[in-house]
């Protein structure tokens, strides 16, 4: 029984190799053009512009940080405080 379930294991992954293999060569890179996109050309001196919005980036930063800071607290005040490690109390 155990080498039927050895046999099939190594058909199924024979056959997961093959259709990824035959997938992956229909993969087909970009061209080497340049994209008709104005963005910059760090080469020339001109770099690229910011994506998004930095400010608004930053902000919701501070508001994770916040909000994962006021959660550990109400945790630890919930569940007793930090545990001694002497078991003292």
Known sequence: MEGGRHRDAAGSLAVGAAVWLASASRVLAAS???????????????TPGFVGDPVLAVIIVLIVAVASIAITLAWVRATGGPADANGDG
Do not use: M
């Not at 080497?32 to 001109?46: F, H, K, L, N, Y």
């Open 32 to 46: 080497p053009a340049p994209s008709r996109d104005v963005i910059g050309d760090p080469r020339g001196g001109q």
